[in-house]
């Protein structure tokens, strides 16, 4: 059995763990706030290393390593499993767990009960939830009155994209923009600690940040003006499987060397070229001449 990975030495071991204050600290000194999902401990030990500020464990997890076709079948189990396994890889960045479809709109009694679960089991600092209509809006004024940090998301929101017609950039007309706003204005007043605008025009974002002086805004397809950006780990890395969305930059291609290492391996296997002698553990000569397997 291959070992544990162990958590490397870089740079961000010497950082202190953030927190939401932190969060708030960066946002007044107009420093950029990094943040990625991760749904594995082998992820969250790279994001710890490369220094990011937050980690979401997104149920964008349901599409990018659970294999379902939306983010919509995920379970709040699933969700758990993946965010345990970030919580053991991470000690500097802010850890916030999406809570998936079905598990909190009913509701404020269901939305608090699992915000804790995701608390006391996952180990989050925060939840976050989408939308910032009159339903997810009340799930979140509940959520925070019972201490919990949220994050809110608004423009396009993937659990109820149907919706919105499909996986389309929101804001894009004034009454859209309209509501897109509204809605970014009705967390902060609630109180959530960050809110994401995720596929919503430039000029939306530029004209509703200085409106968003009390809450720390996470663009995803919402151009620069926001206080930090996000993206999928998976994507930013090219190891996604699907489109790729308008927004997302690839920093690496990882899957197509994935895909040869792969390949290689299994034909060594085939070819008997693997494991070579260098790769075999071997028994000393004279416990060799001793076994013996006859009367077995």
């Known amino acids: 059995m291959s070992t544990r990975p162990r958590p490397a030495e870089g740079a961000a071991t010497q950082r202190r763990p953030l927190s939401i204050p932190s969060l708030f600290a960066l946002k007044e000194a107009g420093t950029p706030i990094a943040m990625i999902t991760a749904y594995d401990f082998p992820s969250a030990l790279a994001a710890e290393e490369a220094g990011v500020d937050i980690v979401l464990v997104g149920d964008s997890g349901a599409m990018t390593v659970l294999g379902y076709e939306s983010t919509v079948p995920v379970s709040v189990d699933e969700m758990l499993t993946l965010t345990k396994a970030v919580r053991r890889g991470l000690k500097t960045p802010v850890l916030v767990g999406d809570l998936p479809f079905g598990s909190y709109e009913s509701s404020d009694e269901l939305a608090v009960q699992t915000a804790m679960r995701f608390v006391k089991e996952g180990g989050v600092d925060a939840v976050k939830l989408e939308g910032g209509s009159n339903v997810p809006l009340a799930r979140a004024k509940a959520i925070l009155a019972a201490g919990i940090p949220v994050m809110g998301h608004v423009g396009l929101t993937p659990q109820t994209a149907v919706a919105l017609g499909g996986f389309k950039a929101q804001g894009r007309t004034a009454e859209s923009a309209r509501r897109v706003a509204a809605e970014a204005r009705a967390l902060q007043n609630a ?19 200085p409106l968003m002086d009390s809450t720390v805004v996470i663009g995803i397809g919402a151009g620069p003006a926001t206080d930090g950006q996000v993206l999928v780990l998976q994507d930013l890395a090219g190891m996604g499987s699907g489109g790729k969305a ?10 197509d060397p994935l895909v040869d290492a792969l390949r290689s391996y299994a034909t060594e296997v085939r070819e008997k070229q693997y494991p070579a002698p260098e790769h075999c ?11 013996d397997l006859s009367n077995l």
């Open 191 to 209: 109180g959530c600690f960050s809110v994401v605008f995720e596929a919503v025009p430039n000029e939306l974002t530029e004209a509703l940040m």
């Open 246 to 255: 308008k927004f997302v930059k690839r920093f690496a291609e990882l899957h």
């Open 281 to 291: 553990y071997s028994m000393p000569a004279a416990e060799r001449e001793k076994l």
